[in-house]
C-alpha cells in the first residue's frame, strides 16, 4: 500500500495490498458498546470515526458540522477545516486527540491514505472506511511500524510490565525488540 506523500489516486488504492509490518487485526476483539457520542471504551478508532462521520456529516442532527464531509462517492472523507475539528468534534470522540497532527498520524496508523491526485485529491481512504457500509470497519487492522514496537517494547520494560525483550540497548531491528502479542 502507498504511504502518504505518494502520487496516489483513488483507483490505484483500491487495487493495491498491504505490506506494512507489525498488523494487528482487531476484527474479532473489537466490542460495539458505547457510551456517550463514541467515547465507549472497547471502541475501535475506526469504529469511533465511523460514529463521527455519521453524527456530524448529516444536516438533521444537532451535531452537523460542515468541517468533515464524505465525497459524494461516499468511498472516502475530506476535512475541509481542520482547526473546527481539533477544537470542537474531535474532544467529543477522541478526548486524547487534542492535536491535527496527531489525528492524521492516527489515520495513518489504521491504514488510511490521503488521496494526492485527482477529483479525490486531499481527501482520506481505507477500503473498508465507506459511508454505507459501516460494518466493514470492524474489519480494520491498526499498523504498528517497527519504531513504534521498539519505543512500546521499551516503555513497557520501564514500567516493568510483561512486554518483551524490552531495554537491550541495541538499536537493531530484529524481532528481539518486539513486545510479544
Request: hydrophobic residues 30%; charged residues 20%; proline residues 6%.
Amino acid at each position: 500500500m502507498r504511504r502518504r506523500g505518494s502520487n496516489a489516486s483513488l483507483a490505484s488504492l483500491t487495487s493495491s495490498g498491504t505490506g506494512a509490518t507489525g498488523i494487528i487485526s482487531l476484527a474479532s476483539t473489537a466490542s460495539t458498546t458505547a457510551t456517550g457520542a463514541g467515547g465507549g471504551t472497547g471502541r475501535t478508532f475506526p469504529e469511533k470515526m465511523m460514529d463521527l462521520m455519521s453524527q456530524t456529516t448529516d444536516p438533521t442532527l444537532p451535531t452537523y458540522s460542515p468541517c468533515v464531509n464524505w465525497l459524494p462517492h461516499g468511498k472516502s472523507f475530506i476535512i475541509s477545516d481542520p482547526d473546527t475539528l481539533v477544537n470542537t468534534i474531535l474532544p467529543r470522540y477522541f478526548p486524547k486527540s487534542s492535536k491535527f497532527k496527531s489525528f492524521t498520524r492516527k489515520l495513518y496508523r489504521w491504514g488510511f491514505r490521503q488521496i494526492s491526485k485527482g477529483p479525490d485529491s486531499g481527501s482520506y481512504y481505507h477500503e473498508l472506511f465507506q459511508r454505507d457500509h459501516p460494518e466493514l470497519c470492524v474489519k480494520m487492522s491498526v499498523h504498528y511500524s517497527d519504531k513504534e514496537l521498539r519505543t512500546q517494547a521499551d516503555n513497557a520494560a520501564r514500567r516493568g510490565g510483561a512486554g518483551g525483550a524490552g531495554a537491550s540497548g541495541g538499536g537493531g531491528s530484529g524481532t528481539a525488540d518486539r513486545p510479544q502479542r
